[in-house]
């Protein structure tokens, strides 16, 4: 594996266990990905991840098990301009509302490893899961599996991170933010 910080670098109770290898936000529930070299993280998460959901005329949310269509639209930043795309993807009118509330079957944060994306592709898979899209913020190179990590702190560029469950259909692990800051890809992954 490629070189980790050196031990100059590192708290004394930090050890590196990988390296953020690519960074995604989702601007709206359920469509495509964006892909970022750096991003500022917040206690709610990454800055303009899923910061739109998709709803009907009457408000109610729509979702890709209802409509898989919507995950191959890519997003363009204008919430008028895309809901008039995923209409005509859709055949039906849709809006694009401004994400609001707690939401508790997601933490502000999603983590994936590429080992785990391997082992999805060879059929370790969860049910509603997809190995070509884990649909992660952060994608990692690691040394080791991050399902072990539930429980534990993560220092990933300027941010610090609580594991705090795996998904139920989903690859990886989940975690809040404890302390916020900026990553970027490259940076190491030091399990404190």
Request: with cysteine.
């Given at each position: 594996m490629s070189s980790?910080?050196?031990?100059?670098?590192?708290q004394p109770q930090e050890h590196a266990v990988g390296r953020v290898e690519r960074i995604w936000i989702y601007p709206v529930r359920?469509?495509?990905?964006?892909?970022?070299?750096d991003a500022e993280v917040s206690p709610g998460g990454l800055a303009?991840?899923?910061?739109?959901?998709?709803?009907?005329?009457?408000?109610?949310?729509?979702?890709p098990k209802?409509?898989?269509?919507?995950?191959?639209?890519?997003?363009?930043?204008?919430?008028?301009?895309d809901a008039g795309r995923l209409a005509a993807v859709l055949g039906r009118p849709v809006r694009l509302q401004p994400t609001s509330g707690a939401r508790p079957d997601v933490a502000?944060?999603?983590?994936?490893?590429?080992?785990?994306?391997?082992?999805a592709a060879a059929g370790e898979l969860p049910e509603g899961c997809s190995a070509e899209d884990p649909r992660a913020n952060l994608l990692l190179t690691l040394d080791g599996d991050e399902r072990a990590w539930v429980g534990r702190d993560l220092r990933v560029g300027e941010v610090l991170l609580r594991v705090t469950r795996t998904p139920k259909h989903c690859l990886g692990v989940y975690a809040d933010v404890v302390a916020p800051g900026a990553?970027?890809?490259?940076?190491?992954v030091l399990l404190v």
């Amino acid at each position: 594996m490629s070189s980790w910080p050196s031990v100059g670098s590192m708290q004394p109770q930090e050890h590196a266990v990988g390296r953020v290898e690519r960074i995604w936000i989702y601007p709206v529930r359920s469509l495509a990905g964006r892909e970022l070299t750096d991003a500022e993280v917040s206690p709610g998460g990454l800055a303009g991840d899923r910061a739109w959901t998709v709803t009907g005329e009457d408000g109610s949310v729509i979702r890709p098990k209802e409509a898989p269509a919507m995950r191959d639209v890519a997003p363009s930043g204008d919430p008028t301009a895309d809901a008039g795309r995923l209409a005509a993807v859709l055949g039906r009118p849709v809006r694009l509302q401004p994400t609001s509330g707690a939401r508790p079957d997601v933490a502000p944060v999603h983590l994936v490893s590429r080992q785990a994306v391997e082992r999805a592709a060879a059929g370790e898979l969860p049910e509603g899961c997809s190995a070509e899209d884990p649909r992660a913020n952060l994608l990692l190179t690691l040394d080791g599996d991050e399902r072990a990590w539930v429980g534990r702190d993560l220092r990933v560029g300027e941010v610090l991170l609580r594991v705090t469950r795996t998904p139920k259909h989903c690859l990886g692990v989940y975690a809040d933010v404890v302390a916020p800051g900026a990553v970027r890809t490259g940076d190491p992954v030091l399990l404190v």
